[in-house]
T-cell receptor
């Protein structure tokens, strides 16, 4: 079983719709969770971090964490073509400055 | 506020050669982590440096080695290059105390022929 799993996609949504990206992880001791966006040929860019169960909102982005289900998600509201990228879920098991374990990423395509 | 910088941006080497990649962390950060990202995959952790010591290491052979300097910058060295070492090499910096978020540099794309 992979430590962090994501559907590779592509996930195609129309402009203005809500895009829902999902991630599951295997280590119940995981403490910190991150979503990075990666455009083709570029490096990962941090979008959101979440540490506690529940929702965390930042602009059009909402991260949701459910530690009991070992599940973390990212919702993108009012999706724009510029949101088209690969979204990487990363988990930090032991907390502060521990290595990040990444999923393979979900490719999101937002069409006009 | 300067972000994470890496050099060079691209590199072409042949099998058996050695390569050195460089990273300068974000201002105020003291920890540097290196990741390898193969095409279509998520980044894989290579190792992490703090206080000039290797603090953690991922599942990479000894051909991969590193160093951290007193100014917190870091180098990644790869010896005896293999075709499979072709990848995007990412450096991420963070602060040991306080904020733990890792911020990535632009990466070095290495092609081994």
């Amino acid at each position: 079983q992979k430590e962090v799993e994501q559907n590779s996609g592509p996930l195609s949504v129309p402009e203005g719709a809500i895009a829902s990206l999902n991630c599951t992880y295997s280590d119940r001791g995981s403490q910190s969770f991150f979503w990075y966006r990666q455009y083709s040929g570029k490096s990962p860019e941090l979008i959101m971090s979440i540490y506690s169960n529940g929702d965390k909102e930042d602009g059009r982005f909402t991260a949701q964490l459910n530690k009991a289900s070992q599940y973390v998600s990212l919702l993108i509201r009012d999706s724009q073509p510029s949101d088209s990228a690969t979204y990487l879920c990363a988990v930090n098991v032991y907390g502060n400055t521990d290595k990040l374990i990444f999923g393979t990423g979900t490719r999101l395509q937002v069409f006009p | 506020d300067a972000g994470v910088t890496q050099s060079p941006t691209h590199l072409i080497k042949t099998r058996g050669q050695q390569v050195t990649l460089r990273c300068s962390p974000k201002s105020g950060h003291d920890t540097v982590s290196w990741y390898q990202q193969a095409l279509g995959q998520g980044p894989q952790f290579i190792f992490q440096y703090y206080e000039e010591e290797e603090r953690q290491r991922g599942n990479f052979p000894d051909r991969f080695s590193g160093h951290q300097f007193p100014n917190y910058s870091s180098e990644l060295n790869v010896n005896a290059l293999l075709l499979g070492d072709s990848a995007l090499y990412l450096c991420a910096s963070s602060r040991t105390s306080g904020e733990e978020t890792q911020y990535f540099g632009p990466g070095t794309r290495l092609l081994v022929l």
